[in-house]
């Protein structure tokens, strides 16, 4: 089993006729991802990849293919009225890749999705990849990933790679690792994932990788002391980052105590996590765990 | 707002200050907060006195808690009527993170940086959600004006601002209004004495107005450089340059510095579509800091393949580069053809396949 997604997910593409919309559908695809369907106005009709039926509105793709997700490629001006089409349309899963939504646009765009039955990953995140069933509905490089039983849940994209690589390396597999983010406003965050791993008989232990910026470390922190049953590795990036300035992410600056990564390792530790010192060591500390675990 | 106006010479905050009647508050005029503590602000008693404060100010930096230890060039001030004041109030708008919208943030011990009220006066702090389905309510405004102790028309007066600078938030796509203090003045109305607005640069593409207030003067040049190529990049205060892909892992990066006992010289993350341009781009603002003794290259391909970030790092390295080793660590597409490339061209270059190897070497890399 996984969390999210798994063999049975039908994945819908908005902007698969895009530049990176393409590239990317293609590489989810090659993975072995049940593509059902893209969308992008205007472009109704052809065919993606000589399989793929390409339809007009995500209203129409989810009638024709029951499509459950969507991977959003559509650019950061037009994403929130791609994700409230999305939402309208019923996808459960909205996936939005996106860097540089004007977090307004997500404000206004979590508000339609309270009390619907839709979930939005992101924005500015690199989805999501279980690789027991052969799922990727995102931009991660496949190859890295081993089916296994470490669940990974993270605000950043290459660091989530380079833990990934780090584990697989050791031989240690993926049930599913989850991208959640680095913008300040997303719309499904660490506890809501960590809720999800807690309850999946296929995923032992859980990394969590987390930055600097916002309180969500220190829910976490919370969640995990009350209610998660099984062994966490954290690693906080952005120790050395000054207050003030912005590191790249929208959301990866300190302001306030909570937001420096000492505060959130603290709270982390205090919270039965084992602390990651160096980002050369999260795979080692996952090795550790695991024996320590069984 | 109290009467005012901007001087950009001592000889026109001298005018002004005539104008106000010969006593006027002066404050530097920069992209940060801070200012009163960091001596950017001042109250004159006299024309002469406001020449000779403005200077003191215009031309040099004003160095305040937030703008970095280089501070911020000072070109222009604002001379304005002192408030005669009772009483300083804090009243702002932000996106907050946790509720996931815009949110009102008061207190009635303004004056300070709302940081330092958290942290003394917490119980002072009043907050106030807004639902972006209806806005922000007449209700919310006259609870947020009742819990700063305002009554009859200074609390009608005080939801008006509320509203206006809520309108205002929402129109420009901002993600801070701050006015501190907000004051009651003699005559019983309410003064905004000082006020900040933050713009959102994802949303700017939608306010050309304002993009073009932008002064780039108040930013470091390498930054301005690095922002006209796409990267994301900020100085610090180290000798190691790092060329990453990915906010958090040039983060990571700059930790992993740290811990080898060096120091960053910068974040730069060059992202995920670079081509050979941009990582000779992102290249030449780290030679260009000549607080750079070395740079390392730590690059987790999924997209950027190795052999692009191979030849732009020579394209930029050319001559400049002599005397600054590199290590790059390359992972993902066409590694091997990116080592060779740079192995071959005859650079100081040292490779790392992992993050510990890296880490190793990097205490081989001079201070």
Redesign the interface.
């Known amino acids: 089993m996984s969390i999210l997604v798994n063999g049975d997910s039908r994945i819908l593409v908005q902007g698969v006729t895009g530049r990176e919309g393409s590239f990317h559908a293609a590489r989810c695809m090659e993975y072995g991802a049940n593509v059902v369907a893209g969308v992008t106005p205007g472009r109704g009709g052809s065919l993606f990849n000589d399989t793929v039926p390409v339809f007009n509105s995500v209203e129409q793709a989810v009638g024709e293919t029951g499509a459950n997700v969507s991977l959003l490629f559509v650019p950061a001006p037009f994403a929130q009225d791609a994700m409230l089409e999305a939402a309208e349309a019923g996808v459960e899963l909205i996936v939005c890749i996106a860097e540089g939504v004007p977090v307004l646009d997500t404000a206004r765009t979590l508000r339609y999705l309270e009390g619907r039955g839709s979930r939005l990953l992101g924005p500015n995140c690199p989805g999501l990849i279980s690789p027991g069933s052969r799922c990727k509905v995102g931009i991660m490089p496949g190859a890295i990933h081993m089916s296994g039983r470490v669940g990974v849940v993270s605000r950043s994209g290459t660091l989530t790679y380079e833990a990934v690589s780090q584990l697989t390396a050791l031989g240690l597999g993926q049930s599913t690792c989850v991208g959640i983010g680095g913008d300040p406003l997303i719309g499904t965050n660490f506890v809501d994932v960590l809720a999800m791993f807690n309850d999946d008989p296929e995923t032992d232990l859980v990394v969590l990788i987390g930055e600097i910026g916002g309180s969500m470390e220190q829910e976490a922190a919370q969640y995990i002391k009350e209610s998660f049953g099984k062994p966490i590795v954290s690693f906080i990036a952005g120790a050395t980052a000054p207050p003030g300035k912005r590191m790249g992410h929208a959301g990866a600056i300190i302001t306030g105590a909570d937001a420096a990564a000492e505060a959130k390792n603290r709270a982390l530790r205090d919270a039965g996590a084992a602390v990651v010192p160096s980002p050369a060591l999260i795979g080692a500390t996952v090795a550790e765990a695991m024996s320590g675990a069984s | 707002m109290p009467p005012g106006r901007v001087a950009a010479t001592p000889a026109e905050a001298e005018v002004i200050c005539r104008d106000l009647g010969g006593r006027a508050v002066v404050k530097a005029q920069v992209y940060a907060g801070g200012r009163g503590k960091a001596g950017g602000v001042k109250l004159v008693d006299s024309p002469q006195e406001a020449r000779e404060f403005a200077a003191s100010l215009l031309g040099g930096r004003l160095v305040t808690?937030?703008t970095?230890p280089e501070g911020a060039p000072v070109r222009r001030l604002l001379v304005e009527e002192p408030a005669d004041v009772s009483g300083e109030m804090y009243l702002a708008v932000t996106?907050d993170?946790?509720s996931?919208?815009?949110m009102f943030i008061a207190s009635a011990s303004g004056g300070v940086e709302i940081?330092e009220v958290?942290?003394t006066r917490p119980e002072s702090i009043i907050n106030e959600g807004v639902?972006?389905?209806v806005g922000f309510q007449p209700f919310q405004a006259r609870r947020v004006g009742r819990g700063l102790g305002l009554e009859g028309k200074q609390l009608g007066a005080a939801a008006r601002i509320m509203t206006s600078i809520y309108t205002l938030f929402?129109e420009k796509?901002l993600?801070l209004v701050e006015i501190n203090p907000l004051v009651v003045s003699g005559d019983g109305g309410l003064v905004a004495v000082d006020a900040k607005i933050d713009l959102?640069d994802?949303?700017l593409?939608?306010h050309p107005e304002l993009a073009a207030m932008g002064d780039p003067e108040q930013e470091s040049p390498l930054e301005v450089e690095a922002s006209k190529a796409g990267i994301?990049y900020?100085k610090?205060g180290g000798s190691v340059g790092c060329l990453?892909?990915?906010?958090?892992?040039?983060?990571?990066?700059?930790?992993?510095?740290?811990?080898a006992g060096r120091?960053?010289a910068n974040?730069l993350?060059v992202g995920?579509?670079a081509d050979e341009g941009k990582v000779a781009r992102a290249v030449n603002i780290m030679l260009a800091d000549p607080s750079v003794k070395s740079i390392l290259v730590n690059i987790?391909?999924?997209?950027l393949r190795s052999d692009i970030v191979a030849r732009g790092i020579l394209a930029a390295y050319g001559e400049k580069g002599a005397g600054v080793p590199l290590m790059v660590r390359m992972?993902?597409t066409n590694v091997e053809e990116g080592r060779e490339i740079l192995a071959g061209s005859g650079l100081d270059v040292a490779f790392a396949s992992?993050?510990?190897e890296?880490?190793e070497k990097l205490k081989a890399l001079p201070r």
């Not at chain 2, 990453?244 to 811990?259: H, I, R």
């Open positions: 808690v937030q970095g996106v993170r946790a996931g919208g815009p940081e958290a942290a639902d972006v389905a929402m796509d993600t959102e994802d949303a593409f939608r994301s900020v610090l990453v892909n990915g906010a958090g892992l040039a983060m990571a990066t700059m930790d992993l510095v740290q811990g120091l960053p974040f993350d995920g579509s987790f391909g999924g997209i992972q993902g992992t993050l510990l890296v880490e």
